[in-house]
């Protein structure tokens, strides 16, 4: 079944956490890595996350002209922003429902009611995300950046779904519970025979490492 390409973006610490344990919201990586992902998004014609990551931040990254750390213009062309889970944890006050972009929904629970919300295009999580993803690929999207969060990651991950993965490793050990794909023991294990190639690899001068990995089909 023909699908957009899915590239996974994240920063994570040496010991493979998205986020500190105690305020989940703030970014791990420095000024430099914001600036990678600036530049992958740039790239996709939309970005995915799943709603436990739009309650932790309340908003998106949006795509910017950086004039410095602290100054930016905010680009008018902006990728899709697509949200995956249940509208009824949302609320009409986040940043996220007024920031310039086009929201779609993926919803995971079709019972609960959306309309409180100015999603452009509503779609319901089929029998599996290649299913649902194939109906993304129909509306012409070609290329996805997929976000977050950790269930979300690895929800994709049990497909064998991720084509491409833009990883930046922060010089950090953080510990606690949230690494960027879990498992659980009730789950199977990720057993597939890819490999992964570096397509690039890019030291930064903040100690970080970027790297880019493409699947090897």
């Not at 010089?171 to 789950?187: A, D, H, Q, S």
Request: glycine share 4%; hydrophobic share 40%.
């Amino acid at each position: 079944m023909n699908k957009p390409n899915i590239i996974l973006v994240i920063a994570s610490s040496i010991d493979g956490r998205l986020s500190f344990p105690i305020n989940h919201s703030e970014h791990i990586g420095s000024f430099e890595d914001k600036k990678m992902l600036n530049n992958a998004i740039s790239k996709v014609d939309a970005t995915i996350f799943g709603s436990g990551t739009l309650r932790v931040h309340q908003s998106t990254f949006l795509l910017k002209k950086f004039i410095d750390q602290t100054k930016f213009i905010i680009k008018d062309s902006q990728p899709i922003s697509i949200i995956a889970g249940n509208p009824s944890t949302f609320e009409k006050e986040w940043v996220y429902f007024n920031q310039p972009i086009k929201r779609w929904l993926i919803n995971s629970k079709p019972q609960q009611i959306s309309k409180n919300f100015n999603f452009d295009k509503e779609f319901f999580y089929k029998d599996s995300w290649l299913q649902t993803l194939a109906n993304l690929k129909k509306e012409g999207i070609k290329k996805i950046a997929l976000l977050g969060g950790a269930k979300l990651i690895h929800s994709f991950m049990i497909e064998d779904l991720i084509d491409e993965i833009k990883i930046t490793i922060v010089p950090k050990i953080i510990g606690g519970k949230y690494i960027w794909l879990p498992y659980k023991t009730n789950e199977r294990f990720l057993d597939f025979k890819n490999e992964w190639i570096i397509k690039s690899c890019k030291q930064l001068k903040t100690n970080e490492i970027f790297i880019h990995y493409k699947k090897n089909k």
